[in-house]
């Protein structure tokens, strides 16, 4: 049996996969990037993902996903820092994107170093989404032309999201491309990542999907809010529309395709809120909360699971 991990897009809700994983590192004894197969992920899902497989030079998993835990800890403010000033001159994300790039760059730079997506140590693929040449894009570490890719630069274009953070130019298998984050067609990479896993072990016949979310989205938006909106009005709450219903979509299609052979551990937000880019203590400790919440609702998928990885 082939075992794949899909992670979700959320941004500084990534938190939530990150303690789910951690938890199974710890009941399995084993590192993520062994219990897998393939692992797949979009936006900071796609972070985690490329984090999780990276080697430190010896073969071994420069990252537990504990220690990722404190990439949202002791980063997520540094990634999304609040300044009166940004607010001011972006017009809150509307005339530019919200966040300085500097402050992402800096700690994927710290976190990945030099490392190339050629050395992980498992299977690895992270969306984007190519706005020049208007097609998605998948950045595989099989992959002879992707190889090369330097990790912290897929990192950052899998997590470009727009309003938020600039998009990333690259030069990949001398085609020019503009990269944003891939939740704007994929944020739940799941089928995806069984479509590959079907093409590169063609031999094998049974199939294990784990799927990780961030959160549920909880903020409804009434029609009497709705119904004068312009296009300022739309612009973020689409967005995360469009990443909350790609992520619906791709859970129906993968309980039809794997039936008893999918699990997907994801929690409704009723502590936390759902912004991708609220780093304040008191959403980071209900972020936490969440996560336990869902390790707890969720115990009996979680102990087969163990027993199957």
């Known amino acids: 049996m082939k075992k794949i991990l899909s992670i979700d897009g959320g941004g500084i809700r990534g938190?939530?996969?990150?303690?789910?994983?951690?938890?199974?590192?710890?009941?399995?004894?084993?590192?993520?990037?062994?219990?897998?197969?393939?692992?797949?992920?979009?936006?900071?899902?796609?972070?985690?993902?490329?984090?999780?497989?990276?080697?430190?030079?010896?073969?071994?998993?420069?990252?537990?996903?504990?220690?990722?835990?404190?990439?949202?800890?002791?980063?997520?403010?540094?990634?999304?820092?609040?300044?009166?000033?940004?607010?001011?001159?972006?017009?809150?994300?509307?005339?530019?994107?919200?966040?300085?790039?500097?402050?992402?760059?800096?700690?994927?730079?710290?976190?990945?170093?030099?490392?190339?997506?050629?050395?992980?140590l498992t299977k690895t693929v992270v969306t984007a989404y190519d706005i020049q040449n208007r097609e998605p894009l998948f950045l595989k570490s099989w992959r002879p032309g992707h190889q090369?890719?330097?990790?912290?630069?897929?990192?950052?274009?899998?997590?470009?999201?727009?309003?938020?953070?600039?998009?990333?130019?690259?030069?990949?298998?001398?085609?020019?491309?503009?990269?944003?984050?891939?939740?704007?067609?994929?944020?739940?990479?799941?089928?995806?990542?069984?479509?590959?896993?079907?093409?590169?072990?063609?031999?094998?016949?049974?199939?294990?999907?784990?799927?990780?979310g961030t959160g549920e989205l909880n903020r409804p938006i009434p029609y009497r809010q709705a119904k004068d909106w312009g296009i300022v009005e739309w612009l973020n709450p689409l967005l995360s529309c469009v990443f909350d219903g790609v992520c619906d979509a791709a859970n129906y299609q993968m309980s039809l395709l794997l039936e008893g052979n999918y699990y997907r551990l994801q929690t409704w937000l009723d502590k936390a809120v759902d912004e991708m880019d609220n780093v304040s203590d008191e959403n980071m400790a209900a972020l936490k909360a969440e996560a336990a919440t869902l390790l707890k609702e969720h115990q009996d998928d979680i102990q087969r699971l163990c027993s199957i990885l």
Do not use: H
């Not at 992402?104 to 190339?116: C, K, M």
């Not at 503009?178 to 994929?186: M, N």
């Not at 089928?191 to 999907?209: G, M, N, T």
């Open 15 to 120: 938190i939530i996969p990150a303690l789910v994983l951690a938890e199974l590192e710890q009941k399995i004894g084993k590192p993520t990037s062994e219990i897998f197969d393939l692992i797949a992920g979009t936006s900071t899902g796609g972070i985690l993902a490329l984090a999780l497989s990276q080697d430190d030079g010896q073969g071994n998993p420069q990252y537990s996903a504990k220690d990722l835990i404190q990439l949202y800890e002791q980063e997520g403010k540094n990634i999304f820092p609040k300044s009166v000033w940004q607010d001011v001159s972006t017009l809150c994300g509307l005339a530019d994107e919200k966040y300085p790039r500097e402050g992402i760059d800096t700690v994927l730079a710290n976190y990945f170093g030099s490392a190339r997506l050629g050395s992980c």
């Open 148 to 212: 090369s890719i330097k990790s912290v630069d897929a990192a950052r274009a899998t997590s470009a999201a727009p309003t938020y953070f600039a998009p990333v130019k690259m030069s990949i298998e001398n085609k020019d491309r503009v990269l944003i984050d891939g939740g704007i067609f994929i944020n739940t990479p799941s089928v995806s990542a069984y479509v590959e896993a079907l093409r590169i072990f063609p031999e094998e016949k049974d199939f294990l999907v784990v799927s990780l």
